[in-house]
């Protein structure tokens, strides 16, 4: 496809996983990341991975990635009120330069008590 | 600590006025990036500049126009404002291509 997709909305209780899926638009991606915005503020860069892994964990964030889908999928264990945001995924694809992201739509993350 | 500093915050326009949008960064970064964000969208790349002097249009570039005379400083600037430019304005930079992007807080725009 043409455009970066994602869920527009997930809602999670608090102490559950969350888990936000992607799917992207270029297999020759050779990064891949995933920014938060919460109210009111600028993208603050989460993670990332590089296209050569499948699975990178940075503390309660774990990003898998099927190159072979072209899905991307963000897990965040334990999730709390603070988690609650707009999370976007991106790519930067070969065409067009290789030097400019695209975004995804972003999923909005409600965290309940 | 500054990172990506955008000025204003906020700003609210008559149709047919003009502003610039300032961007600074103290990281030395090559990259410099301009989005605009609508309710309910991701990002949609304005302008770009990979180094002092040189500027290149991203997805939609109408409507604004970019200079890059440093390596700190890209401003956005909109020459005829109108309602369809009412957008979250994000500046961003890298230190080269496909690097991770780091974002300024963003300027409300309100064209009315």
């Known amino acids: 496809g043409e455009d970066v997709e994602q869920s527009l909305f997930l809602s999670v209780r608090e102490g559950d996983s969350s888990v936000i899926n992607c799917t992207y638009t270029?297999?020759?991606?050779?990064?891949l990341y995933w920014y938060k915005q919460e109210p009111g503020a600028g993208l603050q860069l989460l993670t990332y991975i590089f296209s050569n892994m499948d699975m990178k964990q940075d503390q309660r964030l774990t990003v898998l990635l099927n190159k072979k889908d072209k899905h991307l999928s963000l897990r965040i264990a334990d999730t709390q009120t603070g988690d609650s945001a707009i999370y976007f995924c991106?790519?930067?694809?070969?065409?067009?330069?290789?030097?400019?992201?695209?975004f995804g739509t972003g999923t909005q993350l409600k965290v309940e008590l | 600590n500054a990172g990506v500093t955008q000025t204003p915050k906020f700003r609210i326009l008559k149709i047919g006025q003009s502003m610039t949008l300032q961007c600074t960064q103290d990281m030395n970064h090559n990259y410099m990036y301009w989005y605009r964000q609508d309710p309910g969208m991701g990002l949609k790349l304005i302008y770009y500049s990979v180094g002092a002097g040189i500027t290149d249009k991203g997805e939609v570039p109408n409507g604004y126009n970019v200079s890059r005379s440093t390596t700190e400083d890209f401003p956005l600037r909109l020459e005829l404002a109108a309602p369809s430019q009412t957008s979250v304005y994000f500046c961003?930079?890298?230190?080269?291509?496909?690097?991770?992007?780091?974002f300024g807080d963003g300027t409300r725009l309100s064209i009315l």
């Open positions: 991106a790519e930067i694809p070969p065409r067009g330069g290789g030097n400019k992201l695209t």
């Open positions: 270029d297999s020759s991606s050779t990064y």
């Open positions: 961003a930079s890298s230190p080269e291509a496909a690097m991770p992007q780091h």
